[in-house]
């Protein structure tokens, strides 16, 4: 369903890669790995349609996603590296809005709840500029567990998260793979996660 065909990147002068070609499919889990400065992200916002390819193109049901435009959007949820919160929302008020921009309003219960099982609870109402890295990242991530986009694309999910929130964040993932979702993700750590087919791209020099 999602398609990669003779993708290229620039970073100035610099090529960051080219002639970069995948497919991934429902159940199926793509890892994309690489040294700092590889392009890895680069890679990751392409795919979302956040930065046009130097050359090639990325499809979805094959057709281009640029062309798709909002009916792709709607299939999709990106999480980067930075949580895109708003500093004087609520981790609550935060949740809410991003999942209501992503296609799926949600309840303030179904909200409340979602942060406690990120370990949230008892911090739902706490300015987002109060919050630690570690927690601004789980308000992020508990929209994997209300939205129901088909393609997540995740770049360094486990990133300040403690063991419990790993392996919460790990069976969240195996649900969405299960139920023929599909996954693309970056991260610098070791964690096992059940897929149909497990992909890699391995970014660099």
Known sequence: MLRGEALAAMRGDRKLFTDLDFDLHAGELLYIAGPNG?????????????????????????ENIHTLGEEFRADLLYCGHLGALKDDLSGLENLRFSCRLGGTPVSEDEAVMALSRMGLAGREDLPAKVLSQGQKRRVGLARLLLMRARLWVLDEPFTALDVGAIELLRETMRTHLAGGGLLVLTTHQQVEIEAAAVKRIEMGP
Not at 43 to 59: N, T
């Open 38 to 62: 590889s392009g890895k992200t680069t890679l990751l916002r392409m795919i979302c349609g956040l930065v046009i390819p130097s050359a090639g193109q990325v499809l979805w049901k094959d």
